[in-house]
């Protein structure tokens, strides 16, 4: 059971999901104990294993999620994770477990590099987060992904290609910080100016509500149309808090309304400016985040 946190982490980067993800490592424990105990008692390497067969389990997961995700209501963003010191601070009685234990934050997790395995192939994500994240030989995954180590190579290189291709130029963390903390007070006061001098031009932003809750089905590009938007959103529901919280390792924003959250606002920026915004508002993808 000591590999359960590393097992979600592999998952949750492969899938984009943190439901997804334990429901991986489920399966992967439910075959480990079906197995005889002289078989389990025979492998050198439980870790290994468990490893190899949860790596299995998500390349079928990605290839049925590809045609779930098309029958998917207007976009589908992967679900965002708080941040361990703030669930904790923040979480009454703090009784239920901190998502954050189970899936440590680096580069790998943030919004603007999940959304991007998300355009790749499965054999490409399994390939690459195996590879470049988790640091596995190139002949270890081919055994995991049933393709040669040459394969294997071209399959994490095409990824690599993705990953540099999307990439902003760096934004210190505390100048993301000062960013994403004078949009929340922008948007908070329905500053429709000072929104636009803090959005790129081009700036992109998609919404996720699942077909569950209202939210844009397109994506709404420009600064001033998303600065408008975010503007009349405040108009249509009195009350609504807005918060600078950690989202997937990087400052991002929360929408509350009654205390309960409603949105998760996660962010990229170049600069001085916001470049891409994904709001999540699928309460399903939400659970992680719930106070009460």
Request: a neutral charge; proline letters at 5%.
């Amino acid at each position: 059971m000591s590999e359960r946190r590393q097992l979600i982490g592999l998952a949750y980067r492969m899938l984009g999901s943190l439901a997804e993800a334990e429901d991986v490592v489920q399966e992967t424990y439910a075959r480990w104990y079906a197995l005889p105990a002289e078989r389990r008692d025979a492998i050198a390497s439980p870790g290994g294993w468990l490893t190899t067969v949860a790596s299995r389990v998500c390349l079928d997961v990605l290839g049925s999620a590809r045609a779930r995700r098309e029958r998917y209501v207007g976009a589908w963003i992967p679900e965002p994770l708080p941040d361990r010191s703030e669930w904790a601070t923040e979480r009454s009685g703090g009784s239920a477990a901190d998502p954050a234990d189970r899936v440590t934050l680096d580069e790998s997790v943030t919004m603007a590099f999940l959304v991007v395995l998300e355009s790749m192939t499965p054999a490409e994500r399994v390939a690459f987060v195996l590879h470049d994240v988790f640091r596995y030989s190139f002949n270890e995954v081919a055994g995991i992904v049933g393709r040669t180590p040459a394969a294997c190579r071209q399959l994490a290189s095409s990824a690599r290609r993705r990953i540099r291709a999307s990439r902003a130029p760096e934004t210190s963390q505390d100048r993301r910080s000062d960013v994403v903390r004078a949009f929340q007070a922008a948007w908070q006061a329905k500053d429709i100016d000072a929104l636009v001098g803090l959005l790129d031009p081009d700036a992109t932003a998609v919404a996720d509500g699942g077909g569950l809750v209202s939210a844009e089905y397109h994506p709404v590009t420009g600064g001033e149309p998303i600065a408008r938007r975010l503007v009349e959103i405040l108009g249509l529901a009195p009350g609504l808090a807005v918060l600078t919280r950690t989202v997937n390792g990087q400052p991002g924003l929360v929408v509350r309304q009654d205390d309960v959250v409603v949105a998760v606002l996660a962010v990229d920026v170049a600069g001085d400016r916001i470049t891409r915004i994904w709001a999540v508002r699928n309460p399903e993808k939400l659970r992680t985040w719930t106070t009460r």
